[in-house]
Each structure stands twice: as structure tokens, then as C-alpha cells.
Nanobody
Framework: EVQLQACGGGLVQAGGSLRLSCATS????????IGWFRQAPGKQREGVAG???????YYGESVRGRFTISSDNAKKTVYLQMNNLKLEDTAVYYC???????????????????WGQGTQVTVSS
């Protein structure tokens, strides 16, 4: 069974940093696309960043240059380093995995196969 466990959220002041972790299990850490998504109250879910097992990385326009996605194959964990956080980054962040081989653009809009629970990120002024 594919499992994804997100953690690392919290309360941080604007301009600060957080690192989210997505620990995975139940699948060979290969042939995947793993992404971070977020959803703020009253807003649609947004694809924040994605990474493939080939090492390709993708970022949403609103976080490009501030967030970095990375993976540790030995730990089967994907990270999201978030720097220079802004008030508008406040949301519940989810990690998700997909094994269909579809493009990031497609899966980030159509939906990923497996989802973890969310972790709250709150940015204060």
C-alpha cells in the first residue's frame, strides 16, 4: 500500500523558512512523480512543485525562486524547502504521488494517484 506522510508545517513569520518532508512507503522509489500541493481556505488546490524519479523538477509560478523540491532516495523522502515565505503561502500542504508516467502538467491538474494527509503552514506578518 502506497503511503505518504507529510510533516514539517508550522507557524512562521513572513520572510522566514520551513522545510516540509514527505516520507513514502509501499512502493519502489522509482518511476514516480511526487508533488507538493496546497489549498488555502476558499481557494482551489494548487500544484506547488513536483519532482520525478529522473530528477526533473517543476515549480508553480508563485513559488519559483523561493521553494526547492528535492528527494533522498535512501530515505524515500521528498522535501520542500520554502524560503522567503509570504502571507499568501498560508495553506494546508499535501504531498502526492503518481506512477502513470504522465507529465507534471497533466497530473498536477488532473490529479495524482495517491495522497498523503496535509500539514498546515501559516505565515504571519
Amino acid at each position: 500500500e502506497v503511503q505518504l506522510q507529510a510533516c514539517g508545517g508550522g507557524l512562521v513569520q513572513a520572510g522566514g523558512s520551513l522545510r516540509l518532508s514527505c516520507a513514502t512507503s509501499g512502493f519502489t522509489f522509482d518511476g514516480y512523480t511526487i508533488g507538493w500541493f496546497r489549498q488555502a481556505p476558499g481557494k482551489q488546490r494548487e500544484g506547488v512543485a513536483g519532482i520525478t524519479s529522473d530528477g526533473d523538477r517543476y515549480y508553480g509560478e508563485s513559488v519559483r525562486g523561493r521553494f526547492t523540491i528535492s528527494s533522498d532516495n535512501a530515505k524515500k523522502t521528498v522535501y520542500l524547502q520554502m524560503n522567503n515565505l509570504k502571507l499568501e503561502d498560508t495553506a494546508v500542504y499535501y504531498c502526492a504521488a503518481d506512477f502513470t508516467g504522465s507529465t507534471w502538467y497533466y497530473v498536477s491538474h488532473a490529479g495524482m494517484q495517491h495522497w498523503g494527509q496535509g500539514t498546515q503552514v501559516t505565515v504571519s506578518s
